[in-house]
């Protein structure tokens, strides 16, 4: 009898350590399940808030770009068109070298950064911000003068430039050398195309048209061993023979010397200037480009 009944007590003391087993492993297998559970919940919560952060700033970027499109389009871009930079009294086409600097002056004092075409074509074309107030400084034709007189008073300034060059007049007095031409190249003043002989494209054949223009860009890509890409008309005259060579030649932008700022309603072989006249005061100049 007294075995039967130790017997049985070390069955119950069995049973109760199994039992606590299987509660504790329940428990823990609950425990782990509740978890378990809750980090699912947890994650599914942090996505669904990835996601509507990541919605709310790409409606954001959206807004952002869109508002961007809009500034674009209404921008006004200055290009100032300068000829001579030397003394030249009763020819409105001299600006002194005195004068040209106080010009410039007044750019650097109204909060301009004059800016190269290659930046003006990546605003045009790539809708790149500028994140500074743009303007151009262009000198038509190309003289020698520019290098002399202007160059010195745009390396004071850190300002760039650009000079639209007479390619067949390149070497011949009072017109840019090579030489110059690829320093100013070489020190943020470019040289681009002003066509071959300065005729009046308007008033030539397709062929020669084609020829001017050709004939201009593989002069200066043959002296700065790079490619051109820009091109301002001779007299400002032109017509749509003269914008389709020159988008076939690979031309990017044209100037030309219809009066007024340029913007990117112009398209991009149209593009406005102001012509800048030796006859004008400094307070005529500073009303010009503001």
């Not at 782990?32 to 970027?61: C, F, G, R, T, V």
């Not at 040209?100 to 750019?107: Q, R």
């Not at 930046?119 to 520019?146: A, H, S, V």
Request: proline content about 2%; hydrophobic content about 30%; some cysteine.
């Amino acid at each position: 009898m007294l075995c039967m009944m130790n017997k049985n007590k070390k069955y119950i003391v069995i049973f109760t350590i199994m039992f606590c087993v299987m509660f504790l492993v329940g428990f823990n297998f609950m425990n782990y399940n509740q978890k378990k559970s809750n980090y699912a919940k947890e994650i599914l919560y942090l996505k669904e808030q990835n996601q509507k952060l990541e919605k709310q700033n790409s409606d954001y970027q959206n807004d952002e770009v869109k508002l961007y499109k809009e500034q674009s389009e209404k921008l006004k871009i200055p290009i100032l068109m300068y000829h001579w930079i030397e003394d030249g009294k009763g020819d409105e086409l001299k600006v002194s070298k005195e004068k040209f600097k106080s010009e410039m002056e007044i750019v650097k004092q109204s909060g301009y950064t004059p800016i190269s075409f290659n930046e003006l074509y990546d605003f045009i074309k790539g809708n790149k911000p500028f994140g500074i107030k743009p303007i151009l400084i262009t000198f038509d034709d190309g003289y020698e003068d520019n290098y002399v007189n202007a160059y010195p008073v745009l390396k004071e300034y850190g300002f760039k430039g650009t000079i639209f060059a007479i390619t067949d007049l390149i070497n011949t007095c009072p017109y840019l050398s090579e030489k110059e031409i690829v320093e100013l190249s070489n020190n943020n003043v470019d040289v681009e195309s002003h066509a071959a002989s300065h005729s009046k494209l308007s008033e030539l054949s397709y062929e020669k048209q084609y020829n001017e223009l050709k004939r201009s860009k593989e002069k200066l890509e043959g002296i700065l061993h790079k490619k051109e890409y820009y091109l301002a008309y001779p007299f400002g005259k032109y017509n749509k023979d003269t914008i389709s060579i020159a988008q076939k030649l690979g031309y990017r932008l044209a100037a030309c010397t219809k009066e007024g700022f340029a913007s990117k309603s112009d398209g991009s072989y149209e593009l406005k200037r102001i012509y800048i006249s030796n006859n004008y005061s400094l307070e005529e100049f500073k009303k010009l480009i503001n």
